[in-house]
């Protein structure tokens, strides 16, 4: 198969291409938690999103693939010269972003609901304090970080989290700039609200939502996403919290869960690969100033974002087939990418039952051809038994010939001395 037709995604390699001095250390701290979270009950973790229960979500699979997320946090502080200072990590959860600056040499805090969480991530949690990072809970210092001290950290980590703020996201951003020094970094990623799949449901009449039954039947609060954002919303919140020199990036991850893409997934990677606002995930990089400006801006142009974006993975831009189409999404061009997957679908669920058929034809000879080697086994056993009897049978018959010739012989000398008496 051509790259038009098959993409190999070499995960991690692909990556290392590009971050070769961060993905070994991710791939270690991911390790780490991975085996740190075996056998764990993540029965509290799905209790206000039902979709994360251990039956349906792979943890060990979501933490492998979030290395693409952990490096390009962290290559992007070290190209702004960040290797070390006061750290906040808030939403920590699992702590892999945590853990990954403590072994870099910063100070971290982790921030998240531990306690409720418990004990889900007693694991990770004794890696962090192992590692020297300080545990903090949302229910001791506030939802908006209130009751943490102002100006206190170079660089504030608020990763997947501000869309699963279900009302205004605008109180929990003031509190990361709060707590943030000036000149210090805030770092945010975030799933893309533009992504193509999401624009492919979209032109089929689908919801981009939550799963409505988990969201349903969640208890309160839901934990789930409430509301996605696109590079353009996300560059406009931190021009309202004045922030400037910013550096936007946008790129792929869960994707790595699969070692090859094939049919519709092939178009959609080179398209993503061509035009970065339709990835799936978006990380943005900006600073504190000391004197922001006193009126925020309405609106932030197109120009001033795109500016701002960043590609640090070359190794798709050099993949890239030659002459391929530029991406775009059509109603009648997602209707052919569904047939296209739809008939790829086909031809794999029929490979899959003539696979399931040569297997049972298999499994069928070999249960004939044990049934036969039982059968000569109960022969070869059968014949040494008969062999055995028939050898019996000589010894006594050879026993009764010698003992009738014994008994013959002297009855026939008791007649001779008889008559010779006589």
């Not at 007693?122 to 210092?141: H, I």
Request: negative net charge; contains cysteine.
């Amino acid at each position: 198969m051509s790259s038009v037709d098959r993409v190999d995604l070499n995960f991690p390699d692909c990556l290392a291409a590009d971050f070769p001095q961060d993905v070994p250390a991710a791939l270690a701290v991911v390790d780490d938690i991975v085996a740190s979270i075996a056998g764990a009950d993540f029965r509290s973790l799905a209790r206000n999103s039902p979709a994360l229960d251990a039956s349906q979500w792979q943890w060990s699979t979501y933490l492998k693939c979030s290395v693409a997320r952990m490096v390009h946090a962290s290559s992007a502080l070290r190209e702004r010269g960040i290797t070390g200072g006061r750290a906040l990590d808030v939403g920590a959860y699992f702590g892999n972003f945590s853990l990954l600056l403590a072994r870099q040499g910063f100070s971290v805090d982790a921030l998240d609901a531990f306690g409720s969480y418990a004990p889900a991530l007693d694991g990770p949690n004794a890696l962090l304090r192992a590692a020297g990072v300080r545990l903090l809970d949302f229910a001791a210092v506030g939802r908006e970080l209130e009751q943490l001290p102002a100006a206190e950290y170079d660089v504030v980590l608020c990763t997947g989290v501000i869309e699963h703020i279900p009302h205004t996201p605008r109180f929990l951003l003031a509190g990361l700039d709060r707590v943030l020094k000036v000149g210090g970094q805030l770092v945010l990623d975030t799933p893309n609200f533009a992504h193509i799949y999401n624009r492919q449901k979209f032109s089929r009449g689908e919801s981009v939502m939550a799963d409505l039954p988990a969201q349903y039947y969640s208890e309160r609060p839901f934990e789930g996403h409430h509301r996605e954002y696109t590079v353009a919303e996300l560059s406009w919140m931190l021009a309202q919290l004045g922030h400037d020199d910013l550096r936007v990036e946008a790129f792929n991850y869960s994707a790595y869960e699969q070692a090859t893409l094939l049919g519709r997934d092939v178009a959609n990677h080179w398209a993503m690969v061509q035009d970065p606002t339709m990835r799936e995930y978006l990380l943005t990089v900006s600073t504190k100033p000391a004197a922001p400006p006193a009126t925020p801006p309405a609106r932030v142009d197109d120009a001033v974002w795109a500016a701002a974006l960043v590609d640090p993975e070359r190794y798709w831009q050099q993949a890239l087939p030659a002459d391929l189409p530029r991406p775009s999404v059509s109603t009648e061009g997602e209707q052919m990418l569904i047939a296209l997957q739809r008939e790829i679908d086909q031809r794999d669920g029929l490979l899959a039952e003539t696979q399931a058929t040569l297997l049972k034809e298999v499994a069928l000879q070999q249960s004939i051809q044990a049934e036969v080697t039982r059968r000569d086994d109960m022969l070869r056993q059968l014949e040494g038994y008969l062999q055995g009897e028939i050898q019996l049978r000589d010894r006594l018959l050879d026993e009764l010939r010698a003992n009738f010739d014994r008994t013959f012989d002297a009855r026939l000398r008791r007649l001779a001395r008889k008559l010779l008496r006589r």
